[in-house]
């Protein structure tokens, strides 16, 4: 089972109000972006638990391998690359099809704060094997009720690994 994992709005929060400070865990030793330290280190073995094959969905590219990965303890993780192509505007985000192009065959879980129903819709429809499209609340990031839906989707859905 593959797990797509985005950074921005949903390992880092963003978004809430000024008078709601978001926690700080340590300090960045690199620093290599001032809002790594919004993200909870124990986030890592929490994914890792999830026992899928993480794979880095996110515009950070190779500095999710250099920064965010030590910071929760991960190994180096594959990256999407995304496509060059400028794509007209749609409502489908940018990286739904090359989610489900990486994904082949394999069952999949993406999870991001950019989801919509027209991603969910067009997976649906495209996509004949089990995915879970988990869109993450970008002022929270995830949460434990978050890892709830996912543990419960996972033990449904998941096939042989």
Same mark, same amino acid.
Request: hydrophobic residues 40%.
């Given at each position: 089972m593959l797990l797509f994992l985005d950074i921005d709005g949903t390992l880092i929060p963003f978004?809430?109000?000024? &008078?709601?400070?978001?926690?700080?865990y340590g300090t960045d030793p690199t620093p290599s972006s001032p809002l790594l330290?919004?993200?909870?280190?124990?986030?890592?073995?929490?994914?890792?638990?999830?026992?899928? &094959?993480?794979?880095w969905a996110t515009t950070w590219m190779d500095d999710a391998n250099?920064? #965010?990965?030590?910071?929760?303890?991960?190994?180096?993780?594959?990256?999407?690359?995304?496509?060059?192509?400028?794509?007209?505007?749609?409502?489908?985000?940018?990286?739904?099809?090359a989610? #489900?192009?990486?994904?082949?065959e394999q069952p999949f879980v993406w999870i991001d704060d950019e989801i919509t129903e027209a991603d969910s819709a067009w997976v649906a429809?495209?996509?004949?094997?089990?995915?879970?499209?988990?869109?993450v609340d970008h002022e929270f990031g995830l949460t434990d009720a978050d890892f709830t839906a996912l543990e419960e989707w996972l033990r449904t859905n998941r096939g042989p690994r």
């Open positions: 978004g809430a109000p000024a &008078d709601h400070p978001y926690p700080v330290t919004r993200i909870d280190p124990a986030l890592g073995p929490r994914l890792e638990a999830l026992r899928c &094959d993480l794979v250099a920064a #965010v990965s030590p910071w929760l303890g991960l190994p180096p993780l594959p990256v999407v690359e995304w496509p060059d192509e400028e794509e007209p505007p749609s409502l489908l985000h940018w990286k739904t099809r989610l #489900v192009a990486w994904a082949g429809i495209h996509y004949h094997h089990p995915a879970l499209l988990h869109r």
